[in-house]
């Protein structure tokens, strides 16, 4: 299994699928669609049934049930996409064997180290095999781990007909990094009860709790006059765009928040003294919070606009997806079987809420609940991205053991 799981993931991140929010096609980019087309031929080689991709880049799979029991209908799923924080282009993975819990040069041109003091979580992975990137791209194993994972699991319990299951539905999917995954999903057409993406960070995890989200864009419109004629006459945009985020609260920011809390994120501004744009994300876990925090938003831009004037600022909000425990809580049972299978792993659960979001967000809210499972990587999204193979083995496990479980408690 661990030689399985690597030669995927390295085939996997090597395909530069990094997603594009700026884009209206469906994947977003070139790709997403090149993997798909790579995993319909891995799981038609492995023996899956009812394989298909769509023209939207959703892969779906079907490993039948081989028990006479009745037992519902499970999915796995995986995103195909990577992050937008950091080219995902030409990863060049590097393989620690044995790793000795130091400091690793990643890059000795840009001097470049992941190391225990900026990572403390690091010498706990000392004596296992870990992949880190090359320093000038992220690693891609959110969420290529999961989809190399689903697939071993898979391809292991065709090769070993005595562990018994229901049917099993995979799905790898597009575009979730840009909060867009489900949009296309035909819950209906993937025909499971319930499913389980495999879209979590460290060893253990275990998530269904999910924040509320919404994203925020601004446009503040100035007026250019040169600065030396400029009195009673400029209107600098920049400065309306920084004003506007003088307004909201200096310590919730994801740099200074954890748990619960939720925040208000600047992801992006950029502009000069005619135009500037700003783009926010706004998180929290309860609704009502939300709720708040988006009325913030409303005020502060009628508040500047009455100043500067109606026409010189807008502002577009939606809603991204909402807290999954709703959906989730009233089938708790799903993750407590996945608890049981970690249990019976030796693997200890890791219960929390995901400061992030999944496509299980969406997909609960659209008929199918959805927790979130470990994959078993650490600092996703970046250049010190690395990910243990061990762990991964594990989660892989997690699969199979929770299809058995379903057949044996049925």
């Known amino acids: 299994m661990k ?36 995993l319909v031929e891995e799981l038609k080689q492995i023996g ?31 995103h195909i996409d990577t992050a937008t924080d950091m080219t995902g282009k030409d990863v060049s993975p ?55 994972e689903i697939m071993v699991a898979m391809n292991h319990l065709i090769h070993h007909p005595e562990i018994k299951h229901g049917r099993i539905r995979v799905a790898f999917t597009p575009d979730e990094e840009i909060g867009r995954g489900p949009h296309h999903f035909d819950v209906d057409t993937f025909g499971a009860e319930f499913a389980y993406t495999m879209d979590g960070g ?7 709790e999910s924040f509320n989200a919404a994203a925020a864009r601004l446009i503040f419109k100035g007026n250019s006059v040169h600065p030396g004629t400029a009195k009673n006459k400029m209107v600098n945009a920049n400065k309306m765009a920084m004003e506007f985020h003088a307004h909201l609260p200096e310590s919730e920011v994801p740099e200074h928040t954890e748990g619960y809390e939720g925040f208000y994120h600047l992801i992006s501004l950029n502009g000069d003294v005619e135009l500037a744009k700003s783009y926010y994300i706004i998180r929290d876990f309860d609704h009502e919070a939300f709720i708040r925090r988006k009325e913030k ?36 049972e799903i993750v407590d079987m996945a608890h049981k299978a970690m249990k019976n792993l030796n693997i200890e659960p890791d219960i929390r809420p995901i400061r ?18 470990f994959t078993g990587g650490e600092n996703y999204h970046g250049k010190f991205e690395y990910i243990s193979v061990e762990s991964m083995i594990k989660a892989t496990e997690v699969i199979i053991e929770i299809a058995r479980l379903f057949e044996d408690e049925a």
């Open 202 to 208: 460290p060893l253990g995890e275990l998530e269904y």
């Open 297 to 332: 938003f409303i005020a502060i831009a009628n508040k500047l606009k009455a100043e500067y004037g109606e026409d010189k600022i807008i502002l577009e909000m939606n809603d991204q997806y909402y807290n999954m425990k709703e959906k989730i809580e009233p089938v708790k």
């Open 356 to 373: 992030g979001g999944t496509d299980g967000s969406q997909l609960s809210f659209k008929g199918m609940p959805t927790p979130n499972i």
């Open 48 to 78: 899956m049934e009812e394989v298909t991709v769509d023209s939207n880049g959703y892969v779906m799979a079907t490993l039948s049930s081989n028990t006479t029991k009745d037992i519902p209908t499970i999915g796995f799923l995986a």
């Open 3 to 38: 030689n399985e799981i690597i030669e995927r993931f390295i085939r996997y991140v090597k395909v530069d699928t990094q997603s594009n929010e700026a884009s209206e096609t469906v994947p977003t980019t070139l790709g997403q669609m090149e993997l798909a087309k790579i």
């Open 94 to 148: 590097q393989i620690h064997e044995n790793f000795d819990g130091n400091a690793i040069m990643l890059n000795a041109d840009l001097d470049i180290v992941l190391s225990p003091e900026a990572f403390p979580e690091l010498p706990t992975y000392k004596g296992q095999t870990i992949i880190t990137t090359d320093g000038t791209t992220l690693l891609g194993a959110d969420d290529k781990a999961g989809i190399t």
